[in-house]
Structures are given as C-alpha cells and as structure tokens.
C-alpha cells in the first residue's frame, strides 16, 4: 500500500511540541531536516512509529527523520500545509541548526564540513593507489612498466595536491571566493618551494629561507598538511568579507582579491603554517599512538560510534590524512572499520530476532548499508533507538580494532570502511577477519542480551453501541462497493470543508455529517493502519484503498475524545466498529467534525461513483 503521504506529516507534526515548536524545516535526498526549539517537547518514541519514519536522528543540531528518496519531497510538501511554515532550503536549516551549536561543537564539526565534499576525490585516488600497489606482488613485471608509472600519477595526483582540494572546500565552508581559496591551496604547495615530504633529505642550513620583516620563514611547502590550509582560507575569507564592506565598489573587484592573497600569504607562511603544522604533527603523533596501541585502538573501537552519534566522526579525516601524507599508511581505518562493521552485525541480529515488521523491514536494508561503511540508518534507525544493541556494536567494535591494531593494519585511503576497503587494505585475510569478529561479537551479544519490547495493549474507552440497521452504498467501483461509514447526512466531496478532500488531491469520495460519534468499517477487509491521534483509519480490500477521516485538523487534538477499536492489521467485517469520537469535544475545541472517506486510490481503478444508492 502506498504511503499516505498527508497521514505522515499530520502525525509527525502531532508530535513536535506544536508549531512554535519548529523553528525551520527543510528536506534533502531522503531525510526531513527540522530545527527544534526545545527538543524536550518531541514525542520521540510516538516519532519513530509513524508509518513512513524509518529511522530518526539528531545531529548538528538538526532533527532528521529518515524517510526515503522520492517519498521525502510528497512529505515535506503536505508538512508545510499542516504547519503553515514556509519552505527553507538546507542551507537555512544548517545555519539555524548552527546558531544553536555550543562553540566546541561547531569547531569540531568544520572539518568535517570541508572534507565530506572532497570524500569522492579521495576515495577514488585511495583506491586505485591500493589496486596499482597490490598488482606488482602478484605480477612484477607490472611495476617496471609505463602503465604503471600513468596509473601512479593518477592515482597519487588528490593527496599531491591535497592543500588544493582542502583550501577550495573550506573557502565553500566559510564563505569566500573559492578561487582566491585555490589560490592559497596552490600557493602552499608551489614547485619553487621545497617539497616537505623530501625536505627530510636537507641538511641543517640547507634550506632555504625568507626575511620577511623580523620573520625568518624556510621556503617548505605543505604537502600532507591540512589544519594549517583550513584556518588559512578561514583568515582569507574573513579578510575578503571585511574588505568588500569597507572598499568602494567601483575598485572593490581589484582592491579586494588582491589584498585578501597578500595579507593572508604574509600571515599562513609566518604565522599560521609554522605553528599550526607543528601541532597538526602533535595530534597525528597522538593519532598514530591510539591507533598502534592496544588499549588506544580497544577504547577508540569502542567510542567511535558516539562520534557518528554525535556528528563528530569526520574530523577524523584530518587524522588520516596527516597518516597517508606522513608514512603513506592510514591505521586508523581498521578502527572505524570495525567500529562500523560491528553496527552492522547487531543491527543484523536485530533484523532477523524483531517480529515487528515495520521495524524489521528497517534494519535489514540499514544492517547491509552498515556493511558498505554508511552506519547512520543502522545506528538511528535501529541500534541507537533500542540501545542495547548499540552497546553490543561498540562491545564489537573495540574487539575488531584490537585485532586491527594487534597485527598493523592499514590502507592508503581515508573515506572508505567496511566491505569497499578491502581492495586497499595492506592484509586482505587478516582485515576480513577482524570484520568478522567486530561483527560475529556484536551479532551474538545483541541476539543473547537484546529483547524486543512487548508492545503495550490498547484498552478501548466504552462508547455507544453502533446502529443495528445497516448502512447505504455510498461509494463505488469496479472492485467493490463501500457503505456509509456512520450516521448522519452524506455529501459530496466538493463540500466538504477542507480544501485537500474537497479538491480530491487524496482521492475522490464523500463526506457524512455525523449524528453519533461511531465510525464503521464500510466492507470485509483490512486495517492497514491507526493513526496515533485515533482520528484516522486506512484499510484495504480487493485493491481499493480507503481512508476514514474524522474532522477537519482533528489532529491537532492530539487523540483526546478519540477511541480506536481496532489495531493495524486487524480483519474486519462491514459494519464492524473502528473509532469512536466525542462530537462535544470536537467542537469545543473549534474544529467541524465530518467524517470523510475517500478513496486514496481512485485514479487507479475503474467505474468510480460516489452518492447514496
């Protein structure tokens, strides 16, 4: 059955806290980004379980729901036209999310924003260093031949050239011109400047050096480096944005550009590069520690996790590529490798223990994305929401990265983990193994320790009994007829008094005034589905979708006055009670109180006829 895309907003939105709850709302590819203003209003759990919710997160200080590519976008539209909010794009989001991020956070979270652009470049060069490397061992001939040398330069150009790809991302990150940005890339990696992964062979008062003022500065590039390129485009953006509010416009397009590259060259080679190169080696020196050490690799396995849920886990990115820049070996994948992989192997253990088809339906598709590195639908979607096997994975995780760092192992790529590193890694056996001990460990602690929740009982609250007599044919088809869901004075679709179900946007039908407060189920079939609220019901028979509405924005009462008698899934029988609703309290709280039935899928059959007969 297709999603009922307005049903999916109107509990999402139920469950926010009210409208001045939401501060912005944007969607991308697959999930609906909110800003919240106090997230202790949201009804996580009731969350989670509206059909159409795969999954939730809260990351850089958005609210993201997971709810699929091609379906989002049909969400999001009937979001906007529940909440009244105006659409934002993702970029409004972020910068909203952002103006609410502790100062730590957003600090931590910039490299991350510089590199996750620049990742497909990396992957690719990473990988095929990998494949043009591990080729030779099998084939010697292959290393002393031209396509070896081509595929070399190819394959080695993006970490070469790394200050080039960092400086145009960051100068995308903060705001300023990215061709100034590659400017300064360019500028830190000249050839006239000695390389610096070759400047080891100088000898003390070998290199060359600038005086600039009281400045000694040696003529080094910075190949490999990274911190010292990104607060550098941050100087430059900061100096081109002061410049273009202070220089007139008619000499803005000289004066600018060309103070912006000499301020921030004369500060990157005296200040910014020499000192922050320094401590960039200091954190990969710290790095390489925690990545060869077994108790730095074991908690490393474990807390990495907590990163992603944090949103922190691309910094790492830095740390990785100071590693494959200073010894053309990344130890810290195997880390994240085992970390991501043991997801995986308890959000599987979830997958094939749940009974709940909704949940599994989600874990299974989020455990193989884990296995390809991508851990977000299996960490929120399933083993952060239950916990337990989140706990299991990080178990896994520290386990696999103990073996990884027990026997070195490496890749010269960053970007990459799980099933798509194997062609890089410098052990294919013994990096399979510990993938499956990371995974074997967490897939077996969360099958024995992780229990699925009982889900609780639904007591009905008493209500009249439904009429004896039964019910007129007030919709029909060439599949079936459908009777008058309750008592009451039936109308046309056009009348009724909401501009979604009278346009037939949802499908065509009609509309009852009700006399009693008892919706019937109007032919033998299927509950497909209760909305929280219990304002709401869809069911199914023989291909006709229908939806049974009661009132007009009745969601907003958040389910009191409404009593449901039946479950998703339940059969019922024509006549059958399905809801109850107090027409009193209905109008109290100023809201018209048709019922509404519609064929949702209307368009899809033949012989649609709506009226009494």
């Known amino acids: 059955m297709a999603l009922d895309y307005r049903k999916c907003a109107e509990e999402i939105f139920s469950h926010l806290g009210g409208k001045d709850n939401i501060i912005s709302a944007a969607h991308c590819a697959t999930r609906l980004r909110l800003v919240i203003a106090d997230n202790s209003k949201i009804d996580t759990k009731a969350l989670e379980e509206v059909e159409g919710v795969k999954g939730l997160f809260d990351s850089n200080g958005q609210l993201q729901l997971i709810i699929g590519t091609g379906t989002v976008n049909k969400v999001y539209d009937e979001f906007l036209a529940v909440t009244g909010l105006t659409a934002a794009s993702k970029a409004d989001v972020k910068a909203a999310a952002a103006s609410r991020m502790p100062l730590w956070k957003k600090i931590l979270k ?16 990473g990988l095929m260093m990998g494949l043009v490397e591990a080729i030779p061992k099998f084939w010697p001939a292959f290393g002393t031949s031209d396509w070896y040398s081509f595929l070399d330069l190819v394959a080695n150009t993006a970490f070469a050239l790394l200050p080039v790809l960092v400086a145009i991302s960051a100068a995308r990150v903060f705001g300023g011109n990215i061709f100034l ?52 485009v941050l100087l430059m953006s900061t100096v ?10 008619m000499i803005d397009l000289f004066v600018t550009p060309l103070c912006t590259v000499l301020v921030t060259a004369f500060i990157t080679f005296t200040i910014i590069g020499p000192i922050f190169s320094i401590l960039e080696n200091w954190v990969l020196a710290g790095a390489k520690w925690l990545a060869s050490s077994l108790f730095g690799s074991l908690v490393m396995g474990a807390i990495y996790p907590w990163t992603v849920v944090m949103g922190l886990h691309h910094m790492y990115n830095v740390i990785e590529a100071g590693m494959i820049a200073q010894t053309g070996l990344n130890t810290w994948m195997p880390i994240a490798s085992a970390a991501n992989f043991a997801q995986f192997g308890a959000c599987l ?52 990265a103990l073996f990884g760092a027990l026997f070195r192992l490496g890749a010269p790529v960053y970007g990459v983990t799980g099933i798509p590193a194997i062609p890089a890694v410098n052990n294919v056996p013994l990096y399979l193994v510990e993938l499956l001990i990371a995974a074997g460990v967490a897939f077996a602690l969360t099958w024995f320790i992780w229990k699925e929740d009982k889900p609780e009982e639904k007591k009905a609250a008493p209500v009249e009994e439904a009429p004896a007599e039964p019910m007129p044919s007030v919709l029909r088809c060439a599949a079936g007829e459908l009777l008058q869901p309750c008592k009451g004075k039936v109308i046309a679709r056009e009348e009724i008094p909401d501009e979604t179900f009278a346009a037939g946007i949802l499908g065509d039908g009609i509309g009852v005034v009700p006399e009693d407060g008892i919706v019937l189920s109007p032919f033998d079939g299927t509950v497909t589905s209760v909305f929280d609220t219990k304002h709401a019901v869809t069911l199914e028979k023989d291909g006709m979708e229908v939806l049974i509405h009661v009132g007009v924005n009745t969601v907003n009462m958040q389910g009191e006055g409404f009593t449901a008698f039946v479950e998703e899934g339940a059969e019922v029988k024509a006549g059958q009670k399905l809801l109850g609703f107090d027409r009193d309290a209905i ?27």
């Open 587 to 613: 109008a109290k709280a100023g809201y018209n109180d048709t019922v509404v039935m519609l064929l949702t899928n209307s368009d899809d059959l033949e012989g649609v006829e709506c009226g009494i007969k």
């Open 110 to 125: 910039t490299p991350g924003d510089v590199f996750v652009p620049i990742l497909p470049a990396i992957v690719a060069s």
């Open 240 to 249: 081109e944005k002061w410049l273009h509010k202070k220089v007139p416009e």
């Open 349 to 400: 253990a979830v997958a094939l223990k749940v009974h709940n088809q909704k949940t599994k339906a989600v874990a299974l598709p989020s455990s193989l994305s884990a296995s390809l590195g991508i851990t977000e639908p299996a960490i929120f979607g399933i083993n952060f929401r239950f916990m337990k096997p989140f706990l299991c994975g990080m178990a896994g995780g520290a386990v696999g």
């Open 181 to 232: 940005g590659a400017v300064i890339g360019l500028m830190m990696v000249h050839p006239a400047l000695i390389n610096a992964w070759t400047v080891g062979n100088y000898a003390a008062g070998e290199i060359p050096t600038w005086q600039l003022f009281f400045f000694n500065v040696q003529q080094v590039g910075y190949q490999g480096h990274v911190i010292p390129v990104i607060l550098a």
